[in-house]
């Protein structure tokens, strides 16, 4: 996980927590910093729009982005990125594709169905074997259909 991008996450959190939602994923890519936001009733337009809002003032404050970037926020959607490790217990039984940042066993991608968790590893079956992925060697992790 690159330094700004975790810096984000740390700042912008409890911004997004305190607006009443849940930061589910953080993307910032060049120029476009992408928020995903869910709450338990889901999420609508007016959510993302108050959630923008909220994040942009913060923002402008703060100033921890160099030059121009533009925010979106977003609702999870159907391929709903996986971060924490409640995200990998509260969607257990469901398909989800995994990215490593370096491989395990010669693999960098699994896609499987998430068991759960074991300590500090996401546990996902993978054509009838458990792999046990340590969490701190993701890369990025979503549901698939």
């Known amino acids: 996980m690159s330094g700004l991008r ?12 305190g607006l009443g939602y ?12 992408r928020l995903y936001i869910d ?5 609508a337009v007016e959510d993302c729009e108050r959630v923008s809002k ?3 003032a913060f923002l402008d404050c703060e100033d921890p982005i160099s030059g121009h970037y533009t ?3 977003s609702s999870p959607g159907f ?5 924490t490790p409640a995200h990998f217990l509260a969607h257990a039984g469901k398909r ?8 395990l066993d010669g693999r960098r991608r699994f896609t499987g169905i998430l068991v759960g ?3 500090d590893a996401i546990v996902i079956e993978v054509d009838g074997r458990n792999w046990n992925i340590p969490h701190g060697a993701l890369e990025r992790a979503r549901l698939v259909g």
């Open 79 to 83: 391929d709903r990125p996986l971060r």
């Open 22 to 33: 849940e930061l589910v994923e953080l993307e910032h890519k060049g120029p476009l910093l």
């Open 39 to 43: 709450k338990a009733d889901g999420v």
């Open 96 to 103: 989800a594709k995994l990215e490593l940042a370096t491989p």
């Open 6 to 17: 975790e810096r984000l996450l740390t700042m912008l959190e409890p911004v997004v927590v």
């Open 54 to 56: 909220g994040v942009s």
């Open 117 to 119: 968790m074991e300590g």
């Open 71 to 73: 925010l979106e926020v």
